[in-house]
């Protein structure tokens, strides 16, 4: 059974950091492409970040860029998401996916296994 459960969400004021973890079972990481997607209120699900299953390509959308990292473990099995200099239009739940074909696309539809989310929430 796979399973991914995402992690260290919570409250943050602008210009605050967060670093979420998705800690993965049944599969083996290296093998696989790992994304992080949001969904704020009333909004769809959009990408985030995508890291190829070699760790050695990154890719990060342009409302993120500069302030947020993805990184993953293979040792640990696991996927991280740095963020940095947060806003208020950062606050959503963010949910990790992992892509079994290894390349971390921007389309959801690509991943094949989804964890049940962790809410962010930044506000002073």
């Known amino acids: 059974q796979v399973t991914l459960v995402e992690s260290g969400g919570g409250f943050a004021q602008p210009g605050g950091s967060l670093r979420l973890s998705c800690q993965v079972s049944?599969?083996?990481?290296?093998?696989?492409?790992m994304g992080w997607f949001r969904q704020g209120p009333g909004k769809e699900r959009e990408f985030v970040a995508a890291?190829?299953?070699?760790?050695?390509?990154?890719y990060h959308s342009h409302s993120v860029r500069g302030r947020f990292t993805i990184s993953k473990s293979n040792t640990e099995n696991a996927a991280y998401l740095q963020m940095n200099s947060l806003k208020p239009e950062d606050t959503a739940v963010y949910y990790c996916?992992?892509?079994?074909?290894?390349?971390?696309?921007?389309?959801?539809?690509?991943?094949?296994?989804w964890g049940q989310g962790t809410q962010v929430t930044v506000s002073a």
């Open positions: 996916a992992a892509d079994e074909r290894g390349l971390g696309n921007t389309d959801p539809r690509d991943y094949e296994y």
């Open positions: 049944g599969l083996d990481l290296s093998d696989y492409g």
């Open positions: 890291i190829r299953y070699s760790g050695r390509n990154k």
